[in-house]
């Protein structure tokens, strides 16, 4: 869908918002199903990352069997539903699929998406909480992660309870991921999925201001830190300070939480950075109907982490990209409303340590581009204070961990999620989130079973 | 350009595509559409004392999401007036002369039914008759159709008492439903039939609803068994053809059906022996114009074969046809996998180890590369990994040169018996 301005802003921009990509058909989800070769050791189970059964649920659909096709699904990933519509399948599931090699690969993401789909329409429960087995975990955050490790520890019988400093949980799913990829109904049922095994979950709590790690620590068998990431920092360059400066995580959350705003209208935006974030931020402009939005990046295409298909898409939705281009500073006027972004062109000099090469600034390159709105993308900073209080080792926020058991430096502290992604560790998809739930789950799970049997 | 002609024991037709006595030959209105659309012949749809039909009549099985595999029907012959497929065949002939009509017919068995019926559709001029001695359904709880067809006595009486009156070529359709057709079209060439035509439908159930738990298809919630065809049915068909062709008692021209759809198919039922072939469920599912690729696909393989005539290919691979104790126990063939092509799938590795003889291995090359190897020695040549592979080309069964002489299991035991009794001696 390609929106010129005027249709957008005669569309309401409810409509903007809704999910872009239909569904598979039942009989377009058939043809697909039947179209995989159900593999043996397959591929696609490796690459992804929560190891879903994929030729198992493929299968399921090809047979008619979509609870069950379903249930292996959010077997191994309990945030599957998002997931069929959030991960990079062309560099994961579908990127492995061996008819890569001959004709074109399986349709993974959007099969997971049917059987899901189906699952949430027909309210379907899909699992049953173990027998409690007498022991407590607090998870602290109720994303991806803190609810993939709620639901293995609620499977196991743990009695799970998830802080949550949100209104909702869900975490990036609910408030970091535009509409119109992720229906916000879509990460509840998950959600709900994961309550309905006697999870109970503290909304609107946050650790650290209305109760103390200590606390947790205190009376929980095991803690889980899974609390992500916080704000988009600062540009650090000179205007930054006025109103029309956005962190993109809020402005993202706004159009999830809050009635659509129409304040964007005809306005001239620039997104800085070019990650999954900036991407977001930058397609969620043009469906707020912004009337032009550029997207400014020091590096280039090679470098930028948004994915393909995220590119793509904001390609498609008009978004214009500025390569080798870095902000210098915001200018105002005298009502402090932003009249232009002055930015300054880059060239890529040396790779840095983390292999990509170092943007250098070119002299007396500046020009400036008249925009009204100037969003920040450039990553996110650490819930550090948090951190300390729990008095976690870290380095800048990112939280040290043992790599097999996913302790931090106290033993009953485990951490998972973004709070581990960084500084060459981890990975920052929610797959990936989701999986390192699980893995806490079990080493809680083994820890307390070891401890049991040596009390015995 | 090459003759299409074909002439099935004096039926002559422009090509060998006819159409089977079934729903798309009702009338004349249909069998014209056909004509005009490229169809050789058509075989009228069978006449008899009209009946009444069931609403609710087709049914078909998918498979994998596709459409018609088999196909499954409980519909009887005409339920229009004889008069007036007479009239109809009068006209169509007359509008087509050059095109087949054959009238399949079926009444009770009685001569001067038989006697009645022969000459009035001679009388309109048709270019032969087909003995529905076939039908499963219906017709044959009233003891025709194929319940007179799987009684041998009563295919040849029958057939006899037809070719005391007919004047044109008279085929006798024989039904699958019978341990071995060769007995009933002995008995139909004993009778006299001038060529046999099969297979007609072969009982079936098409299925069971699991929500209603109703048959499929019902009438009002009851079920009968019907008559199956389509591609599912194509095997069992071209092994009767094979074996009626191969029968030196069975010395009358074949006309081939079940599950014919392309030209490739009627390529095969031809060679196996068959003069021409019928179709139906092809028609039935994406309507007459199937036919001209039919033409044009044989007309090019018969070009591409350095062929004339379609006539050339009747029968040539039935000599290749035989008994299992003839086929060379020393013959080997092995698979072998060609990892530029495989893409790794492991069908053929899960396959043999579960269900063969466990001779794929899955391995690894020195880079970490995964690769699959046949291990020869163990491979007894089952085809089963070359089945299942979902890529052209990925596994070969190739052949393997042996010391051993050609030793069929008849050869082998002959020899036994000889030295049996020279020992005894």
């Known amino acids: 869908m390609n929106l010129d301005l005027k249709s957008r802003i005669n569309n309401n921009l409810e409509r903007n918002f809704q999910e872009v990509e239909n569904g598979l058909s039942a009989q377009e989800a058939l043809e697909e199903a039947s179209r995989c070769l159900y593999c043996y050791d397959a591929p696609c189970i490796e690459a992804c990352p929560t190891g879903i059964d994929i030729p198992s649920f493929i299968k399921k659909i090809a047979s008619g069997n979509l609870k069950g096709s379903a249930r292996t699904i959010m077997m191994e990933n309990p945030v599957g539903a998002s997931c069929s519509r959030v991960c990079p399948t062309e560099e994961l599931c579908e990127g492995s699929c061996v008819l890569n090699h001959s004709t074109k690969p399986i349709m993974i993401g959007n099969l997971q998406r049917y059987a899901t789909d189906w699952a949430i329409k027909n309210e379907q429960a899909l699992f049953k909480a173990g027998q409690k087995n007498g022991k407590s975990v607090a998870i602290i955050g109720g994303g991806p992660a803190g609810l993939s490790a709620a639901r293995e520890l609620a499977l196991l019988g743990y009695k799970v309870t998830i802080f949550e400093a949100e209104k909702e949980a869900g975490g990036l799913n609910t408030y970091g991921i535009v509409s119109f990829r992720l229906p916000q109904s879509v990460s509840f049922w998950e959600v709900e999925q994961v309550q309905s095994l006697d999870v109970e979950i503290r909304t609107n709590t946050r650790v650290g201001v209305d109760i103390q790690p200590k606390d947790l620590v205190d009376n929980y068998d095991a803690v889980v830190l899974a609390i992500g990431m916080a704000t988009v920092p600062y540009l650090g360059i000179e205007g930054e300070e006025v109103e029309g400066v956005l962190d993109a995580i809020d402005f993202v959350k706004a159009t999830k939480s809050n009635p659509l705003s129409d304040q964007y209208i005809g306005k001239r935006v620039a997104v800085i950075g070019a990650g999954n974030t900036a991407i977001d931020a930058a397609t969620c402009s043009v469906r707020l109907g912004a009337e032009s939005v550029s997207i400014v990046y020091r590096r280039t295409a090679e470098e930028m982490t948004a994915y393909p298909f995220e590119f793509e898409f904001a390609k498609q939705e008009g978004v214009e990209f500025r390569w080798l281009t870095a902000p210098k500073r915001i200018l105002l006027d005298e009502k402090e409303n932003i009249k232009s972004l002055e930015c300054v062109k880059m060239d890529l000099g040396e790779a840095s340590e983390d292999g990509r090469r170092r943007p250098v600034v070119v002299d007396r390159s500046e020009f400036l581009l008249d925009v009204d709105i100037v969003i920040r993308a450039i990553g996110q900073s650490r819930y550090i204070n948090l951190i300390k209080q729990f008095g976690l080792n870290h380095k800048d926020g990112v939280v040290t961990i043992d790599q097999e058991t996913f302790q931090t430096s106290n033993e009953s502290v485990f951490a998972c999620g973004d709070v581990i992604f960084g500084k060459g560790q981890g990975e920052a998809m929610v797959v990936s989130a989701a999986q390192q739930g699980k893995l806490v789950a079990y080493q809680i799970h083994k820890k307390t079973s070891e401890l049991a049997s040596e009390t015995v | ?425």
């Not at chain 2, 169509?92 to 019926?117: C, G, Y």
């Not at chain 2, 007609?200 to 298809?217: E, H, K, R």
């Not at chain 2, 089963?384 to 592979?389: A, D, G, P, W, Y």
């Open chain 2, 1 to 425: 350009m090459v003759d299409l002609r074909t002439n099935l024991a004096g039926i002559t037709s422009p090509n060998p595509f006819w159409l089977a006595s079934a729903p798309p030959t009702n009338s004349g209105y249909q069998v014209q559409r056909a004509f005009e659309a490229g169809w050789g012949g058509a075989v009228w749809k069978t006449l008899g004392d009209p009946i009444l039909n069931v609403s609710s009549r087709f049914a078909a099985v998918s498979f994998n999401g596709q459409r018609i595999a088999g196909f499954n029907n409980i519909e009887l012959i005409t339920d229009r007036p004889l008069e007036v497929n007479l009239k109809e065949i009068a006209e169509t002939k007359k509008r087509f002369p050059n095109h087949t009509i054959v009238a399949s017919l079926m009444v009770e068995p009685n001569q001067d039914k038989w006697h009645e019926i022969v000459k009035q559709v001679e009388a309109v001029g048709v270019d032969g008759l087909e003995l529905n001695f076939g039908c499963p359904h219906g017709m044959a709880e009233r003891g025709m159709g194929s319940a007179s067809g799987q009684i041998p006595e009563l295919v040849e009486k029958q057939t006899y008492w037809v070719k005391e009156v007919a004047q044109t070529p008279v085929i006798v359709k024989l039904t699958p439903n019978i341990t071995d057709i060769t007995i009933t079209a002995e008995a139909a060439v004993k009778g006299g039939a001038n060529a046999v035509s099969m297979i007609n439908t072969i009982n079936s159930l098409a299925g069971v609803d699991i929500d209603s738990w109703n048959t499929i298809p019902h009438v009002a919630g009851k079920g009968a068994h019907g008559g199956y065809c389509g591609p599912a049915v194509k095997p069992i068909a071209l092994n009767m053809v094979a074996d009626c062709a191969r029968n030196p008692l069975i010395h009358v021209p074949i006309s081939g059906m079940g599950g014919v759809s392309d030209w490739k198919n009627a390529v095969e039922f031809m060679l196996m022996g068959a003069s021409n072939v019928q179709v139906c469920t092809a028609a039935m599912h994406h309507g007459f114009r199937i036919v001209e690729d039919m033409i044009d696909g044989l007309s090019n393989y018969l070009e591409e074969k350095g062929l004339f005539s379609v006539s050339e290919l009747v029968g040539r691979s039935v000599q290749k046809y035989s008994d299992w104790g003839d086929l060379d126990l020393n013959h080997k063939v092995v698979a072998r996998i060609n990892t530029d092509t495989c893409i790794n799938c492991n069908k053929c590795h899960i396959a043999c180890e579960d269900t063969s003889h466990q001779c794929i291995d899955m391995l690894k090359d020195p880079a970490g590369n995964k690769y699959l190897q046949v291990r020869e020695e163990d491979c007894v040549g089952c085809n089963l990994c070359s089945i299942v592979c979902p890529v052209d080309g990925a596994i070969d069964m190739v052949e393997l040169q042996t010391e051993l002489p050609r030793m069929s299991w008849n050869e082998r035991q002959a020899i036994i018996s000889g030295i049996d009794k020279t020992v005894k001696a």
